[in-house]
């Protein structure tokens, strides 16, 4: 499974960006999609994920009604949109991608797949 993540960059506290991760290399809606994020000098920790048929999702409490994960499987595509962006958002995100289970799994051990990740920087 190839993971390719897009829509990083630098906004202004209160801004939005939407990231997307475009994956390939296996059917897609065999997959859970999760999204991460891991600022300088700290563990990576989870943002979000969302299930194969994109009727579950979870999100951290720090992104919640902020932040809001989808999927198009017939684009193979996962989105992040995220809005009212603060500085602590601030850290590169991944996207990764679970073909084993399917239970949604919010740590990092539950993801079999990751992409290279993006840099999001929020300004204040």
């Known amino acids: 499974v190839q993971l390719v993540e897009s829509g990083g960059g630098l906004v202004q506290a209160g801004g939005s960006l939407r990231l997307s991760c475009a994956a390939s290399g296996r059917l897609f809606s065999s997959m859970n999609l999760g999204w991460f994020r891991q600022a300088p000098g700290k563990e990576r920790e989870f943002v979000a994920a969302i299930s194969r048929s994109g009727y579950t999702t979870n999100y951290a409490d720090s992104v919640k009604g902020r932040f809001t994960i989808s999927r198009d499987n017939a684009k193979n595509t996962a989105l992040l949109e995220m809005s009212s962006l603060k500085p602590e958002d601030t850290a590169v995100y991944y996207c990764?991608?679970?073909?084993?289970?399917?239970?949604?799994?919010?740590?990092?051990?539950?993801?079999?797949?990751w992409g290279q990740g993006t840099q999001v920087t929020v300004s204040s």
């Open positions: 990764a991608a679970d073909v084993r289970t399917l239970v949604v799994k919010t740590t990092t051990s539950g993801y079999d797949h």
